[in-house]
């Protein structure tokens, strides 16, 4: 019997959470005081980040991998991590079951999170290849791994605030004009996302070469020497 070496989403989760929010979190977090909004606005991005590497990225790679869906996410972290409590303004009223106006239930944190799932969701990793034509791309990210799929590239310095960041590069969006809408079935919402596509927007060889540019910038790797995997 052959058994599986994926990680369980727990452990999955628990590593990225270390790794890309642990250093945001103040050592004795306040209880009573709302946290700074440039800080819940840090907060907001590392989770935002959290959500897209499991539910999209590791579950690409691992398809048996569950999908964590939004509440159940937002319990987890909590619990595995208490200090981000202040900065889950629908998960901390537990009594609080229908999601009526997200902006005034939901925290910075936690309507990143919503919007990291519409992306998901979208995205969908059961696809070989995902379907980005035409949306309005502001900027590339890229997951930059070993030959062996056993060690990442993360960047770590005063640019990233701080904490371990995935390789990232801001793209032009001048030219991207809005011409499309398609409706997306969110978590609790039915949410409209607008798709941008320009005659001069960026195709997916485009995208390909901003994400090669920011690999050669970040870590020296040539194009001849970088593989794509997604």
């Known amino acids: 019997m052959v058994v599986s070496q994926v990680c369980s989403s727990v452990d999955a989760i628990r590593a990225f959470l270390q790794h890309l929010v642990d250093p945001m979190l103040p050592q004795e977090p306040s209880i009573h005081d709302d946290p700074p909004l440039s800080q819940q606005q840090k907060i907001a991005n590392q989770v935002h980040s959290v959500v897209l590497l ?31 409590l202040p900065y889950m303004k629908f998960t901390a009223k537990p009594n609080e079951t229908d999601l009526v106006d997200v902006e005034e239930q939901l925290s910075l944190t936690e309507k990143a999170i919503t919007s990291s799932y519409d992306i998901c969701t979208i995205l969908d990793p059961s696809k070989s290849v995902p379907n980005v034509e035409g949306w309005p791309i502001s900027k590339v990210a890229v997951l930059l791994v070993d030959g062996k799929k056993e060690n990442c590239y993360l960047r770590f310095c005063s640019a990233t605030g701080g904490v371990w960041s995935l390789i990232e590069k801001d793209v032009d969006t001048s030219g991207q004009i809005s011409e499309v809408t ?11 996302v607008i798709k941008k596509p320009s005659k001069d927007g960026l195709n997916e060889g485009r995208i390909l070469e901003v994400g090669y540019s920011a690999v050669k910038e970040a870590a020296g790797n040539s194009h001849s020497s970088t593989e794509r995997l997604q």
Do not use: G, S, W
Not at 69 to 74: G, I, K, L, Q, S
Not at 184 to 192: D, E, L
């Open 182 to 192: 398609r409706d997306v079935k969110c978590t609790y919402q039915k949410r409209r």
């Open 54 to 84: 499991y539910n999209y990225y590791h579950r690409k790679q691992n398809p048996e991998a569950a999908f964590v869906a939004f509440r159940e996410f937002c319990k987890l972290i909590v619990d595995m991590r208490p200090a981000l």
